[in-house]
């Protein structure tokens, strides 16, 4: 089964930029489509961004769309979301996961989950 392992989040000052990575191990990204989540504390997970692997379309949450970006490069088998103009309430831990529902943005209909990498935004 494949694993999913994010890295490069961090600490960064609002109106910053950083990018995070999702690196597939043990397989190559399968499903219909992959996705990015985040939960900030006391918060459920919620949507951010999703790449459907067959036409490479994108979508986006309300809150993020012309921010961040999603992209994937096949060669090294890993996802990626961009973030630029971080604000402050884009502080959360983000997840990569996949899901084989068209369409679905719910958590549940996702699976694979990484364990996470934690951004923070300081005003």
């Known amino acids: 089964q494949v694993q999913l392992v994010e890295s490069g989040g961090g600490l960064v000052q609002a109106g910053g930029s950083l990018r995070l990575s999702c690196a597939a191990s043990g397989g190559t990204f399968s499903s219909y489509a992959m996705g990015w989540f985040r939960q900030a504390p006391g918060k459920e997970r919620e949507f951010v961004a999703a790449l459907l692997r067959s036409r490479g379309s994108t979508h986006y949450a309300d809150s993020v769309r012309g921010r961040f970006t999603i992209s994937r490069d096949n060669a090294k088998n890993t996802v990626y979301l961009q973030m630029t103009s971080l604000k402050t309430e884009d502080t959360a831990d983000y997840y990569c996961?996949?899901?084989?529902?068209?369409?679905?943005?719910?958590?549940?209909?996702?699976?694979?989950w990484g364990q996470g990498t934690q951004v923070t935004v300081s005003s």
């Open positions: 996961a996949e899901t084989d529902i068209a369409g679905s943005y719910y958590p549940a209909d996702y699976h694979s």
